[in-house]
């Protein structure tokens, strides 16, 4: 599988951005997928998770209620759609997915087989 993520971009604070990650090789609905981030001198963190074993949706605490993950089954696509972002949000976000069985909250908390490229998002004051 392959994982192709964009979208990232600068922003105010306040602001929104959707970011996409193109899943090739079997359709996304096949795989557990997930946004991750890594902001500078931090560990990397699960952001949003989509569990394939349960089929739950993992938020980190920090983006409840702003950030919605999201997929399209049509165009074999997985957006995060970012709203109300914060400066701390500033990081590069990587998609990823793994063909096990699992839920949302494993994945974000040990992370998956497969990764993509980052996108960088900086939230300016």
């Known amino acids: 599988v392959q994982l192709q993520a964009s979208g990232g971009g600068l922003v105010q604070a306040g602001g929104s951005l959707r970011l996409s990650c193109a899943v090739s090789g079997r359709t996304s609905r096949s795989y557990a997928t997930g946004w991750f981030r890594q902001a500078p001198g931090k560990e990397r963190e699960g952001v949003s998770c989509l569990g394939n074993g349960d089929g739950s949706t993992y938020y980190t605490d920090s983006v409840k209620g702003r950030f919605t993950i999201s997929i399209d089954d049509a165009k074999n696509t997985v957006y995060l759609q970012m709203n109300n972002l914060k400066i701390e949000d500033t990081a590069v976000y990587y998609c990823?997915?793994?063909?096990?069985?699992?839920?949302?909250?494993?994945?974000?908390?040990?992370?998956?087989?497969?990764w993509g490229k980052g996108t960088l998002v900086t939230v300016s004051s």
């Open positions: 990823a997915a793994d063909r096990s069985q699992g839920s949302g909250r494993h994945y974000c908390k040990y992370g998956m087989d497969y």
